[in-house]
Antibody, heavy 120, light 103 residues
Framework: EVQLVESGGGLVQPGGSLRLSCAASGFTFSRYWMSWVRQAPGKGLEWVANIKEDGSKLYYVDSVKGRFTISRDNAKNSLYLQMNSLRAEDTAVYYC?????????????WGQGTLVTVSS | ELVLTQSPGTLSLSPGERATLSCRASQSISSQLAWYQQKPGQPPRLLIYGASSRATGIPDRFSGSGSGTDFTLTISRLQPEDFAVYYCQRYGTFGQGTKVEIK
């Protein structure tokens, strides 16, 4: 059974940092692109970043470029999102997703999400 | 920059009725469109990818069509569990969502 479990969310002050993790199981992690998508309270979905199977290609939404870094450790079946210089507008539930091969960054499996709250 | 515009914002229907949701792209995206369903407190669920291919385990009452700039998600006969918010997506862009609510 495919499982994705996010962790690392919490309350952080503006300007602070957090590192989100996503533990994957039930599939060959190293064979899939992976994504982070977020959802601010009461709002729609926003794609954040994705990473190629071997970590050689990374893409970000403009609003997080230079502040967030997506990475992965295929030996640990884990995906990460390092978030620096956090702003109030980064407050959201962050989901990791497994992308379908050949899709347009579409994810067929998702974790339950981890809440990040940026507030003083 | 691609913009995906979904309409209507809210669709009020009764169980058993047909739902037709629209997603319009600001530029041609061939068939590179997916549809998701999301219920409160849950992650999105992939319904359709490649504009018309159903994801694994998705009932055949869900169908997608379209190419270029105009896409449609059709739910042939609404079941109680289908009342939710639906999003379209292509790479780094999501539509703003359509809420399907019980009339």
């Amino acid at each position: 059974e495919v499982q994705l479990v996010e962790s690392g969310g919490g309350l952080v002050q503006p300007g602070g940092s957090l590192r989100l993790s996503c533990a994957a199981s039930g599939f060959t992690f190293s064979r899939y692109w992976m994504s982070w998508v977020r959802q601010a309270p009461g709002k729609g979905l926003e794609w954040v970043a994705n990473i190629k199977e071997d970590g050689s290609k990374l893409y970000y939404v403009d609003s997080v470029k230079g502040r967030f870094t997506i990475s992965r450790d295929n030996a640990k079946n884990s995906l990460y999102l390092q978030m620096n210089s956090l702003r109030a507008e980064d407050t959201a539930v962050y989901y990791c997703g497994r992308e379908i091969p050949g899709g347009a960054a579409n994810s067929d499996y998702w974790g339950q999400g981890t809440l990040v709250t940026v507030s003083s | 920059e691609l913009v995906l515009t979904q309409s209507p914002g809210t669709l009020s229907l009764s169980p058993g009725e047909r739902a037709t949701l629209s997603c319009r792209a600001s530029q041609s995206i061939s068939s590179q469109l997916a549809w998701y369903q999301q219920k409160p407190g849950q992650p999105p669920r992939l319904l359709i990818y490649g504009a018309s291919s159903r994801a694994t385990g998705i009932p055949d009452r869900f169908s997608g069509s379209g190419s270029g700039t105009d896409f449609t998600l059709t739910i042939s006969r609404l079941q109680p569990e289908d009342f939710a918010v639906y999003y379209c997506q292509r790479y780094g862009t999501f539509g703003q969502g359509t809420k399907v609510e019980i009339k």
